[in-house]
């Protein structure tokens, strides 16, 4: 008989928190307060709509206005020169940096008034740098280009 009252030790309560909990009922779906433009297809069965036309002769001539077109950096990895090919559309100024992986300048090459055409510059690599992986920054009026350059 006394191994049946300890049994009544082990037995479970119902627990009160699980039976209080209700769930909340919502009356009204959320809204969404922002400018969301509707979507519209752009299938038009074979007709161009004139917008079209005229923004895609606006973006060909935004790439038209490149003005630093890099050809060529050699050698790579560079010992103690470096070689570029360039080409600039019309006279501007150049500059040429040598960058840390950080960004952080650790020479200037060049900063220069040249000519537009095709040029080839040389350049010396300065014996202070030590050997690694930097960036070379060749900035002419707004256009930025960065060349990834190993140094031995």
Same mark, same amino acid.
């Given at each position: ?7 009544? /030790?082990?037995? $479970? ?6 039976? =209080?909990? @209700?769930? *909340?009922?919502?009356? &009204?779906?959320? $809204?969404?307060?922002?400018? /969301?433009? !509707? ?13 079209? +036309? !005229? ?5 060909? =001539?935004?790439? $038209?206005? *490149? +003005? ?7 050698? =790579?990895?560079?010992?103690? $020169?470096?070689?570029?090919?360039? @080409?600039?559309? @019309? ?16 020479? !200037? ?17 300065? =014996?202070?740098?030590?050997?690694? +992986?930097?960036?070379? &920054?060749? /900035?002419?009026?707004?256009? !930025?280009? /960065?060349? @990834?350059?190993?140094?031995?």
């Amino acid at each position: 008989m006394s191994v049946f009252c300890s049994l009544n /030790v082990f037995a $479970q309560r119902p627990d009160s928190a699980i039976s =209080n909990v @209700r769930a *909340k009922k919502i009356y &009204k779906t959320p $809204q969404i307060k922002a400018n /969301v433009p !509707t979507y519209k297809p752009r299938s038009t069965f074979g007709y161009v709509p004139y917008n079209d +036309i !005229t923004n895609a002769k606006v973006a060909a =001539n935004i790439k $038209q206005d *490149k +003005i630093l077109s890099v050809l060529k950096v050699y050698p =790579n990895p560079v010992s103690d $020169q470096i070689n570029l090919i360039l @080409r600039l559309d @019309r006279e501007s100024n150049l500059s040429v940096k040598i960058m840390d992986l950080l960004g952080n300048e650790v020479v !200037t090459l060049s900063n220069e008034r040249i000519s537009s055409g095709e040029q080839t510059k040389s350049y010396t690599i300065p =014996n202070r740098l030590n050997s690694g +992986i930097y960036f070379l &920054k060749i /900035v002419s009026g707004s256009e !930025t280009i /960065v060349k @990834r350059i190993s140094v031995l």
